[in-house]
């Protein structure tokens, strides 16, 4: 199996647990008349359109350059987390409109404890495939499968909390039916609870989709590689400048989904010949490639003596 399709392979996990969290968590709802357990399953549903959006992404990202696109097609993985981040912030006001009407029309919640079981076993199901595509997605250096990794770890602390708040008010239901100040609000309950943590989910729902959104732009305006990386390749390059003798300038780098570019400008001594600044560039660039996966280098040799060599 090639890496491409061993990589689809776990797209095609990250769909069948949206699936199985769908179908559980919406079960969970129907039992409790959750408001909170409700945006937990919208939640869902958006997990399971961005794992089909990945699956597709996946299989074009691994194409290999052609005519028509000679710098590959890793950037569309950017066109797939921003349609997650904005799908993600439709889906939060979705909840925070239902958590409003039920903020002021709220209703007691049923089987919380049939419920809460449900929504267990479907955090379970999101925690297993969450670290298992963090790490594939880490040891193959796909930003795509590490991100929906992450958005998955990000759905079960949701659910975490979602939980929390359910369970806390079936045990103060169960021993405090009435809470005075929600009465003289004119609410009933600990119930209020409810609705309450449905707006937060959505808050912390749509910091998610901001950051995926954040993350799409930076990508698309071709955003320079990590600080710490850019840090390693000058570490590199002074090595060489110090020991042969030589200079640099206007080094760029890039990101492509997880792809990286860099091109850098090298300066050595006018006399030497092609071939000796050929060798000196083949052993940069060599150097460079043992330090980073997936990177594409380009290298212009320049005189060091011409003061043009120095304009850029």
């Avoid at 937060?200 to 749509?206: D, E, P, R």
Wanted: proline fraction near 2%; aromatic fraction near 8%; glycine fraction near 6%.
């Amino acid at each position: 199996m090639s890496q491409s399709n061993s990589l689809t392979a776990y797209g095609w996990l990250s769909i069948a647990a949206a699936l199985s969290t769908i179908a559980l968590k919406s079960y969970a709802y129907w039992l409790t008349d959750s408001v909170g357990l409700l945006s937990d399953a919208l939640e869902s549903l958006i997990n399971l359109v961005a794992a089909i959006i990945m699956v597709i992404v996946l299989s074009v990202s691994a194409r290999p350059p052609d005519d028509s696109h000679a710098y590959g097609h890793e950037k569309i993985e950017y066109f797939s987390s921003g349609a997650e981040g904005i799908m993600i912030v439709l889906a939060a006001c979705s909840i925070a409109f239902s958590a409003w009407e039920r903020l002021w029309h709220p209703q007691a919640l049923q089987q919380l404890d049939l419920g809460i079981a449900v929504s267990v076993f479907a955090s379970l199901i999101n925690l297993t495939v969450a670290r298992i595509l963090i790490g594939v997605g880490r040891s193959r250096q796909s930003i795509t499968l590490e991100a929906d990794g992450k958005h998955l770890m990000t759905d079960v602390w949701t659910t975490v909390g979602i939980l929390g708040g359910i369970a806390l008010i079936a045990v103060a239901n169960r021993y405090d039916r009435e809470l005075a100040l929600a009465h003289q609000l004119g609410l009933a309950g600990w119930d209020v609870l409810d609705p309450l943590i449905a707006f937060l989910v959505a808050v912390q729902i749509v910091w998610a989709g901001f950051q995926l959104i954040t993350r799409t732009v930076a990508g698309l305006m071709d955003a320079a590689m990590a600080p710490d990386e850019v840090r390693e390749i000058i570490q590199v390059l002074e090595h060489y400048a110090v020991e042969r003798g030589i200079a640099y300038h206007a080094l760029r780098t890039r990101y492509a989904g997880a792809r990286r570019f860099m091109s850098v400008h090298v300066l050595v001594p006018g006399g030497w010949s092609v071939q000796q600044g050929h060798d000196l560039l083949e052993e940069i660039e060599s150097r460079l490639m043992d330090c980073f996966d997936n990177i594409d280098i380009d290298t212009h040799l320049e005189p060091i003596e011409d003061l043009a060599s120095w304009e850029h």
